[in-house]
C-alpha cells in the first residue's frame, strides 16, 4: 500500500488529519489541511528551528504563512468540503513521493464540478513548496478564485509577526513579516501560473470560463525565505521531478520489510515516512512533534537522541551528524545551565531551543484551578545529559568518526559525565555516591533519588568517556578525568533484587500498589494531569511511561534475560503509557525476552500512533497533541533492533 486515503469530510478530524497527513521536507512542515482552510482550522507551515517568543508567553517555533490558500467559487457557489453541495470527497497521502492529494465532487446546481489539488514540500529543497489545483465540470460554468498568501496563521502563543506586508509583482504574491523577538524576516513568496487581478491584502482574484470536460489547471510554486535568499523560476513540474528523485533516493536507503504482514507493513513505512520528513537539512535537531506545528515549543527532547538517532545513523549518517553537531554547538549553553545551578561540566536544556532551555518552571496548567502547577522537568531531569552523551557514543560506535569526537564530541560525553559527578552526593555511611532529588524518564514522580535509569546511564557513559580518553589523550583537562574515574566507581547502581527487579528509585516500592486502570478511575477530569506534586500517580506504583525498562535497551548486554524478563513482567501493569515514548520500550524489552505478543502490539502501538490519532491531547490545560516521531523512531528499533535481530520464540 502506497496511500493513505480517507473518503468522506469530517469536520471533527481536522486537526488529527492535519498531523496524520502531514508533509515535510526536513525544514518544512505542511499540515494536511485543505486548500480552503485557515488559521481556525490549524493550517500550519511549520519551520525547523526557527524560534520566537512573545512578551509573557512561551517562546516556539514559528508558522509562516500559508501559501496555499484558496477558495474557489463555481457558478458562484463555493468549492468548499464543509458546505452540503459535496457528492464525494478524498484525501490521501503517498507516503513514498511525499504527496498529499485531494479530490472533491460538487454538485452546483446540477453541475458536477471537481476540485483536485495535488501539493508537497520539496524534499530536494529547502525552501520550496508546491501546489497543483485542477479543476473540471461537466458543464460549461464561471469560476472565480480567491486564492493569495494568507497572513492569519494558527498559532499557539503567538502572534509571532510584526510589520506584515504583502505585495504582488508580476504573477508573483509575497507575504512578509519580522518575528517579534529574535527579528528574522521571514517572506514567504508564491508564484502563480494564473493571472491574478485586485490584488489586495495578500490575497487576489483569478476569473475563468471553463468549458466541459476542459480542465482547468493552477499551479502554485512557493518558497519560505530568510533575508537575501532567493527564490528560483522553475516549474511545478521541474519541481516535481527533483522532489520525486529524492524521494525513490530515500525510500531505496530506508525501506524495511516484514513477511507476509500488510498492516505492519504499511505502519513502518508510515513511521519511516515520518522520520524522513524531517532529515535534518543542516546542523539543526528535531523537535518532539516533528514538523505538526508548535506543540512543545518546537523544542528538542532526548526524544531525538534516544529514539530516532537510530534511525538516521543506519541510514542517513550525515543526518545523524546534523543531530550530534546540534549538541556539540549547544554546549556552551549547557555549561551556563549547569552553572547557574551551582554544578560543573554541562547540563543540557530539557526543551532545547538552539540550547536555550524553553522548559517553564509551570509546565502543565491544573484543569481545576486554572493554576500553573510547579513542574520539575528542567531542573531534576538530569538524565537529559546522559542522553546526549550517550547518542554521541552511539555516533562514534556506528561511525568511527575520530575526527568529531575531537571536534567536541568527546569534550561533550566528559561535561556530561562532569556535570553528574558535581550533582552527586557523597553518602559517607555507604561510602558511594548517589545522585538524588532528580526526575527519571517516568515524569510522574519528580525530585526522587537514585532513579536506575538515570543511575546506570551516567555511570556507563561516564566509564565509556574516560575509556575514550586514553585513546584520544585530548580535548580534555587530564586532572578532571582522573576524578570521574575516581567517581565513577563509587557511583551507586541499584542491583536487582530477590525477584530480579531493580527498584525505579529509592522507595518506589513502598508506594500503594495499584495499577493503571485503577488510577485511571480515580481521575475526576479526562485531562487531568497524573503527576507532579498532587496527581492521581504521585502516590501510587503507577508510571507515566517505560523507565528501568527504557534503560535495558540502552545496555541489553548489562542485564541477563531473566532480570529483563522479572522488570518487563512487574513493570508493564503499572506503565499508563502516558508518553508516546513508552510502548517501542517495551516493544523492544519483549523482543528480547520472547514475548512475541506483547512485542507486536506494542510495536502496532508505536507505529500507528499517528495514523490513528493516538497520544494524549493534553496535559493538564496545555494542548500537546501534533505527529510522535520518538515513537515513529521507535516502531523503527522495534523492527530492525527487536524483531530484525531476536530469533527466540516465546
Ligand atoms: O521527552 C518526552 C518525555 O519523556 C515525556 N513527555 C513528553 C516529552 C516529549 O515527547
Known sequence: MNELKESGFDAAKTVENGNKYLLGNGYLGYRGTLDEFGASECVGLNIAG???????????????????????????????????????HEVALDIFSGLFKRKTVFDVNGTSVTLKCERFVNMASKSNLCSRVIITADKDIRLNIKAGVDTDIW????????????????????????????????SVECKYSQRIENFSGGFGYINADIKKGEKFVLDRVAFVLFGEENADGESYDDKLKSHL??????????????????????????SIYHLLILAPKGEYSIAARGLSG???????????????????????????????KYRINTLPEAKKKAQSYGYGGAFYAWESQDGYDACSDFNVTDVFTHRPVRTYFKDKQIHIS????????????????????????????????????????????????????????????????????????????????????????????????KKLKEWVEKLYLPKPDK???????????????????EVRSRLKHPNEYW????????????????????????????????????????????????????????????????????????????????????????????????????????????????????????
Open 50 to 88: 526557527k524560534y520566537d517568543g512573545v512578551k509573557g508567553k512561551w517562546r516556539e517555533t514559528v508558522n509562516a504563512f500559508n501559501p496555499f490558500y484558496m477558495a474557489a467559487y463555481a457558478g458562484g457557489i463555493a468549492l468548499d468540503a464543509r458546505e452540503k453541495n459535496v457528492a464525494f
Open 155 to 186: 498559532e499557539l502563543n503567538g502572534p509571532h509577526f510584526k510589520d506584515v506586508k504583502t505585495k504582488i509583482s508580476g504573477d508573483t504574491i509575497t507575504a512578509s513579516g519580522t518575528t517579534q523577538e529574535l527579528g528574522y524576516r521571514i
Open 245 to 270: 528523485k529524492e524521494w525513490e533516493r530515500l525510500w531505496s536507503i530506508s525501506r524495511v520489510y516484514f513477511k507476509d504482514d500488510k498492516r505492519a507493513q504499511f505502519a513502518l513505512d508510515y
Open 294 to 324: 508548535q506543540t512543545y515549543k518546537g523544542a528538542v527532547f532526548w526524544d531525538t537522541e534516544i529514539f530516532m538517532l537510530p534511525f538516521f545513523l543506519n541510514t542517513l549518517p550525515d543526518c545523524a551528524k546534523n543531530l550530534i
Open 386 to 481: 546522559a542522553d546526549v552523551a550517550y547518542a554521541i557514543l552511539k555516533y562514534y560506535e556506528h561511525t568511527g568518526d575520530d575526527e568529531l569526537m575531537l571536534a567536541g564530541g568527546l569534550e561533550t560525553v566528559l561535561e556530561c559525565a562532569e556535570f553528574a559527578r558535581t550533582y552527586s552526593y557523597y553518602n559517607h555511611v555507604k561510602d558511594r555516591y548517589e545522585l538524588l532529588d532528580v526526575i527519571g524518564p517516568d515524569e510522574y514522580h519528580e525530585r526522587v533519588n537514585n532513579n536506575a535509569y538515570t543511575n546506570y546511564i551516567f555511570y556507563n557513559i561516564t566509564k565509556r568517556g574516560v575509556e575514550l580518553y586514553e585513546k584520544f589523550k585530548k580535548a580534555y583537562p587530564e586532572s578532571a578525568v
Open 499 to 517: 525477584n530480579g527487579v531493580i527498584e525505579q528509585f529509592d522507595g518506589y516500592f513502598k508506594l500503594e500498589d495499584v495499577e493503571v486502570e
Open 531 to 650: 503527576g507532579g506534586s498532587g496527581g492521581v500517580a504521585t502516590a501510587t506504583r503507577v508510571i507515566k511511561q517505560a523507565d528501568v525498562i527504557m534503560l535495558f535497551n540502552l545496555y541489553p548486554g548489562l542485564f541477563s534475560k531473566e532480570v529483563q524478563k522479572a522488570n518487563y513482567e512487574f513493570y508493564l501493569p503499572y506503565t499508563e503509557h502516558g508518553s508516546s515514548l513508552s510502548h517501542c520500550a517495551y516493544a523492544l524489552t519483549a523482543c528480547r525476552i520472547g514475548k512475541t505478543d506483547g512485542a507486536y502490539k506494542a510495536f502496532m502501538d508505536s507505529a500507528e500512533i499517528d495514523l490513528k490519532g493516538g497520544g494524549k491531547q493534553w496535559a493538564g490545560e496545555i494542548y500537546i497533541g501534533g505527529t510522535h516521531p520518538a515513537a515513529s523512531g521507535g516502531a523503527w528499533m522495534t523492527a530492525v533492533y527487536g524483531f530484525g535481530c531476536n530469533k527466540e520464540k516465546k
